[in-house]
């Protein structure tokens, strides 16, 4: 069974930035998608941002200019740059592997709290 697991939320003052990794247990194959998703408090969880197997990337409207999703297929890893942060980005973040035909991966989530 494939694990995916988290790291780097933590708390930040307003304007900080942080850089999530979400790290694989092994090598995946058949990968359609890979992203990131939060879950603000008391509100259902949202797509932040994805990154296609040709390394093409979109992000939600209000992370645009301020997030990079990028990945590193040699140590089969997922990160997330996130600069600029505002309150409004506090949440669990939870990473995602869309595969072809097979069940979605998710990760465990990692707190991240913006606050001064």
């Known amino acids: 069974q494939v694990q995916l697991v988290e790291s780097g939320g933590g708390l930040v003052q307003p304007g900080g930035s942080l850089r999530l990794s979400c790290a694989a247990s092994?090598?995946?194959?058949?990968?359609?998608?890979m992203g990131w998703y939060r879950q603000p408090p008391g509100k259902q969880r949202e797509l932040v941002a994805i990154?296609?197997?040709?390394?093409?990337?979109n992000y939600a409207d209000s992370v645009k200019g301020r997030f990079t999703i990028s990945r590193d297929n040699a140590k089969n890893t997922l990160y997330l740059q996130m600069n600029s942060l505002l309150p409004e980005d506090t949440a669990v973040y939870y990473c995602?592997?869309?595969?072809?035909?097979?069940?979605?991966?998710w990760g465990q989530g990692t707190q991240v709290t913006v606050s001064s």
């Open positions: 092994r090598i995946i194959s058949s990968i359609n998608l």
């Open positions: 995602n592997i869309k595969r072809t035909g097979l069940p979605d991966l």
């Open positions: 990154i296609t197997s040709r390394g093409t990337t």
